[in-house]
């Protein structure tokens, strides 16, 4: 995977905007995919950040790129802790909850709903999506939103904004360790 296609894929969480990314990469083996997250996180894990790998399809793997230390905050909001305790997580050990989130993409054809709790989705929209469906949202971007709109607009910009402004920076060779935010 280029160096351009991945900060494409996880721009506002390299720069420290959002907990996490979640992407499909394309593989020929398994191996290749563990050998392609070792490279990135050797610029990653000193930066506060992590790719791992939460499943494997048939010739996709998803990556997850994230802030370990933004999801244990994340983790540990009310709102965010009581949703995934009653889908069996255990919010006080995010290790733990990243096992049982693979697990549970490994279990279903689609993505479990609380996944968007891991990518800084308000916990209102994800419970809006759970329990109101994806057709009575109030607004779709980056995410289905049941809440603020305007909000989540603004939150959208950002995002497009960030990804814009650092794929121009990759294509004038701006190395990934200087693109992503320590935290």
Same mark, same amino acid.
């Given at each position: ?46 930066? *506060? ?83 109101? *469906? ?12 049941? *809440? ?36």
């Amino acid at each position: 995977m280029s160096e351009e296609l991945f900060v494409r894929l996880c721009a506002p969480t390299l720069a420290g905007m959002k907990t996490g990314n979640l992407f499909a990469m394309e593989y020929r083996s398994r191996q290749e995919v563990f050998q392609e997250l070792r490279r990135f996180n050797r610029t990653l894990v000193p930066k *506060g950040l992590r790719a791992v790998v939460l499943g494997f399809g048939t010739h996709r793997a998803q990556v997850y790129v994230y802030r370990p230390s933004r999801l244990r905050q994340d983790l540990g909001r009310e709102e965010t802790r009581n949703m995934l305790s009653s889908l069996g997580y255990d919010p006080a050990r995010p290790e733990n909850c990243l096992r049982r989130l693979s697990g549970r993409i490994r279990e279903s054809k689609q993505f479990p709903h609380e996944i968007g709790l891991f990518l800084s989705y308000p916990p209102e929209d994800v419970q809006g999506f759970v329990e109101q *469906g994806p057709d009575r949202c109030k607004c779709v971007g980056c995410w289905k939103v049941y *809440g603020d709109v305007e909000r989540a607009k603004k939150i959208f910009c950002r995002y497009k904004q960030c990804t814009e402004v650092y794929c121009r920076c990759v294509r004038r060779g701006i190395p990934l360790e200087k693109l992503a935010v320590a935290g």
